[in-house]
């Protein structure tokens, strides 16, 4: 996505699902009230230029809407490093992402640029989707892969009906306490920070919602 970036903006498409929008009609309602109840949302909601690798880059970064830029994050790389990066290519100082991947994720982070920073919120409160590869009977001090094994247990007894089972319970609306590994700011720090100079935060545990877990893979293929 960066590459493309030097590439230099395209013209721009018209965004035909606002255009849909302000010509929707409900059937009861005065036609004031409709024009009214369209301005509303189209207020609450502004529609932000989507800019991918499969896009054209919007002719504007800082337009009337900004602009919400899907990348592919590399490994090793911060959220704050893709933001830094995107704010000195676009020169627009607002450049803010919509949740935050630890540096040995790789995947989607949503970006957003200039007035699109006002609509962060609604991003950060859809449904996201994981995946990764879990190493049956080790353990490590961050609880992934980012650190030296320093402890390991026999695995051999574990069926995948017991893996199964396992997933199951992390099913529906649960209570999780956060890693001290994490990306979690406390008093304007993030944890894994603190969790390096050896301190030691109790953090309360958050309300989440697991919808699906699927296990994709058997233990017959770990040979």
């Known amino acids: 996505f960066f590459r493309a970036l030097k590439k230099g903006p395209g013209e721009g498409k018209a965004d035909d699902a606002s255009t849909a929008a302000k010509k929707k009609t409900v059937l009861g309602r005065a036609p004031r009230q409709v024009k009214r109840d369209a301005e509303r949302e189209e207020e609450d909601w502004p529609r932000p230029h989507l800019a991918s690798t499969r896009t054209e880059l919007p002719p504007r970064w800082d337009g009337p809407t900004g ?21 000195r290519l676009v020169k627009v100082q607002k450049v ?52 030296p094994v320093i402890q390991r247990e026999s695995w051999e007894h574990i069926k995948d009906e017991d893996i199964r089972k396992a997933a199951a319970s992390f099913m529906g609306e649960i209570w999780q306490v956060p890693p001290m590994f994490s990306a979690i700011k406390v008093g304007g720090e993030k944890m894994y920070d603190k969790a390096r100079r050896g301190e030691s935060v109790e953090l309360s545990p958050r309300r989440i919602s697991i919808y699906k877990f699927d296990i994709e893979r ?6």
């Open 67 to 87: 602009t919400v830029v899907l990348i592919d994050k590399p490994k090793g790389w911060t959220s704050f490093t893709v933001c830094g990066k995107l704010r």
């Open 96 to 147: 803010g992402h919509a949740g935050t991947l630890d540096p040995m994720a790789t995947g989607l982070l949503i970006v957003c640029v200039g007035k699109a920073t006002k609509v962060v919120d609604r991003y950060q409160g859809m449904v996201k989707g994981y995946s990764g590869v879990f190493r049956l009977g080790e353990a490590t001090s961050t609880w992934d892969a980012d650190s």
């Open 218 to 223: 058997s233990l017959e293929d770990r040979y």
